[in-house]
C-alpha cells in the first residue's frame, strides 16, 4: 500500500511501519487505536514524522466483527494518518476536528455526555448539514421548538414531530425512503444569547421520529 502513494505525499515521513502492539482507546475498552502519526522533530514544513499501524489491534477489531475488511480498514488508516501528517506541516487542525467530532459522536450513540455542536466540525455535504462518519445531522437554529419540524432530504422537504421538552434535541429520523449509511439527526437548538455565558448548559436530549413527506411535496 505504502507503494501506491504519491512520493509528492512522502516528504517529511521518515517511515511507515506495522506494530504488533495492540492499542486500546483509554476509556472505552471496545475501540482500539488502529494507528498513528507520531511527530518526529521540528515543526510546520520542517515536519517529520513516522507512520505506525498496530497489527495487534486490527486483530482485536477483527475478532468483533466478522466482515472486518483488513485491505480497506488498512488503507482507510494509512491515509488517514499520512493526512494528519500533511496538515500538520500545512498548520490546519482540519482532521483533528474531525477525528474530536467522531469521539463525540461515539459518546452520543453510546449514551455518555457530548459535545452539542461537535457535529459542525465534521464533514460539510449541504447547507448546516454535516456529516461525521456515517451519520448525517441536519442544524436547525430555532427561537422555539415547533411541534412538527420540516427539514430537506434528497431534494425534498420532510417533516417530523418533535416532543416537548428543552433544547438542544438530537431528534434521530427514521422510515426514511433512502437514508445515509448510518443516521439522519436533525439537531434542534436555540440561538445563543449573552446570558447563555452564565447559566449552566442543558444537555442535549435525543430522541426518535417517523418522517413523512411535507405535505406539499
Given at each position: 500500500?505504502?507503494?501506491?502513494?504519491?512520493?509528492?505525499?512522502?516528504?517529511?515521513?521518515?517511515?511507515?511501519?506495522?506494530?504488533?502492539?495492540?492499542?486500546?482507546?483509554?476509556?472505552?475498552?471496545?475501540?482500539?487505536t488502529l494507528g498513528e502519526c507520531v511527530p518526529v522533530d521540528g515543526e510546520g514544513e520542517d515536519l517529520r514524522s513516522r507512520v505506525v499501524l498496530y497489527h495487534g489491534s486490527f486483530r482485536a477489531v477483527a475478532a468483533q466483527d466478522p466482515a472486518f475488511d483488513w485491505h480497506f480498514e488498512a488503507w482507510e488508516t494509512l491515509t488517514h494518518e499520512l493526512r494528519h501528517h500533511l496538515e500538520w506541516r500545512a498548520h490546519a487542525d482540519h482532521l483533528e476536528r474531525y477525528d474530536w467530532a467522531a469521539e463525540e459522536n461515539f459518546a452520543r450513540q453510546e449514551g455518555d455526555p457530548f459535545d452539542p455542536l461537535f457535529f459542525r466540525a465534521g464533514e460539510p455535504v449541504g447547507p448546516?448539514?454535516?456529516?461525521?462518519?456515517?451519520?448525517?445531522?441536519?442544524?436547525?437554529?430555532?427561537?422555539?421548538?415547533?411541534?412538527?419540524?420540516?427539514?430537506?432530504?434528497?431534494?425534498?422537504?420532510?417533516?417530523?414531530?418533535?416532543?416537548?421538552?428543552?433544547?438542544?434535541?438530537?431528534?434521530?429520523?427514521?422510515?426514511?425512503?433512502?437514508?445515509?449509511?448510518?443516521?439522519?439527526?436533525?439537531?434542534?437548538?436555540?440561538?445563543?444569547?449573552?446570558?447563555?455565558?452564565?447559566?449552566?448548559?442543558?444537555?442535549?436530549?435525543?430522541?426518535?421520529?417517523?418522517?413523512?413527506?411535507?405535505?406539499?411535496?
Open positions: 500500500m505504502a507503494e501506491e502513494i504519491p512520493e509528492s505525499y512522502l516528504d517529511g515521513v521518515l517511515a511507515m511501519d506495522v506494530s504488533p502492539r495492540t492499542v486500546p482507546h483509554a476509556s472505552r475498552a471496545e475501540v482500539f448546516d448539514v454535516f456529516r461525521v462518519e456515517d451519520d448525517v445531522f441536519v442544524d436547525c437554529v430555532l427561537r422555539v421548538a415547533p411541534a412538527v419540524m420540516r427539514f430537506p432530504w434528497r431534494g425534498r422537504t420532510w417533516e417530523v414531530d418533535v416532543p416537548d421538552g428543552p433544547l438542544p434535541l438530537f431528534l434521530g429520523v427514521d422510515r426514511l425512503p433512502i437514508p445515509p449509511a448510518g443516521d439522519l439527526i436533525v439537531v434542534l437548538r436555540g440561538r445563543g444569547r449573552i446570558r447563555d455565558l452564565f447559566r449552566r448548559p442543558v444537555p442535549p436530549r435525543q430522541a426518535r421520529a417517523v418522517a413523512r413527506r411535507a405535505a406539499g411535496e
